[in-house]
């Protein structure tokens, strides 16, 4: 089971809107994928149709005791074909976590409790460097950083990979920098342009993905409370999504051929978690 954390401490950077699509573009390529949203915000459960504030039984709620027993109970059904939902809660207060030694290991713990069920697990972080961060850090095998191809934007990749990979070694965990992803591309802004020569020259062609063009359709996904890559298939956005899952599959060795199966909603959402 492969574990991909996209993270990016900023606000606005695609973070969210790339966990989910990235999550459901596997989904569609055959793969079993668990969504984690390890983020209070919960965007991510709701970009799934999940109402937050009906769940009794979320990440956060293990967090809270610092015990990863029970994330079986945690794991929601969604209504789209092999995606899977561990959801967030948005009253979280992580001062609230114990101080012990297992609150920083809780995903991974957990993750190891769901081994055999998922091909990849895909993290929705939260943006501020505590608690529930380092489990993410301690739970990926790899990292993946969305950023909007603007200055500051790009700054501050440099400076949260230089955090996270600090966190890891500390806890001699091995964390591999799956690439950076630029989102919300206007192609025809200059600055733009620039701001991905920069990025190809920093990390290699290797380490950017191809960008994803701005869209609105992946926007109006999340009122309908479905992945882009689900609510307008044929966008740009979503192609680019697919076109990144493809590529993500690889670099990962997991399944990245689409399989032939046109049910794409043949799980129901679990009445409890309907919003």
Do not use: W
């Amino acid at each position: 089971m492969k574990v991909i954390a996209v993270a990016n401490k900023k606000g606005g950077s695609g973070k969210t809107t790339s966990a989910v699509n990235l999550a459901a573009a596997l989904a569609r390529t055959g793969n079993h994928v668990l969504l984690a949203d390890l983020d209070t915000q919960a965007h991510t459960t709701i970009g799934l149709g999940i109402n937050p504030r009906k769940l009794d039984n979320t990440i956060h709620h293990l967090l809270a005791v610092a015990s990863a027993e029970g994330i079986e109970d945690c794991v929601r059904i969604t209504a789209f074909e092999r995606l899977s939902l561990l959801p967030a809660n948005q009253d979280f207060d992580v001062t609230k976590i114990p101080h012990k030694l297992s609150a920083i290991t809780v995903l991974r713990d957990g993750l190891k409790r769901l081994s055999g069920q998922f091909d990849v697990v895909v993290v929705d972080s939260p943006p501020s460097l505590d608690l529930p961060m380092y489990n993410t850090v301690l739970a990926a095998n790899f990292l993946l950083i969305p950023f909007q191809p603007g200055f500051l934007n790009f700054e501050g990749v440099g400076q949260m990979l230089r955090v996270l990979f600090k966190a890891a070694l500390q806890h001699r965990h091995k964390l591999e920098l799956l690439g950076v992803l630029p989102v919300m591309l206007n192609p025809v802004a200059r600055m733009h342009r620039q701001i991905l020569k920069q990025a190809l020259e920093q990390f290699g062609k290797d380490r950017v993905f191809a960008p994803i063009r701005r869209d609105i359709k992946l926007e109006e996904a999340f009122m309908h409370g479905m992945p882009g890559v689900q609510y307008a298939p044929h966008s740009v956005g979503s192609h680019g999504y697919v076109r990144l899952a493809q590529v993500v599959a690889t670099k990962v060795a997991i399944r990245g051929q689409k399989t032939e199966d046109s049910r794409q909603n043949a799980v129901p959402v679990a009445s409890s978690a309907a919003s």
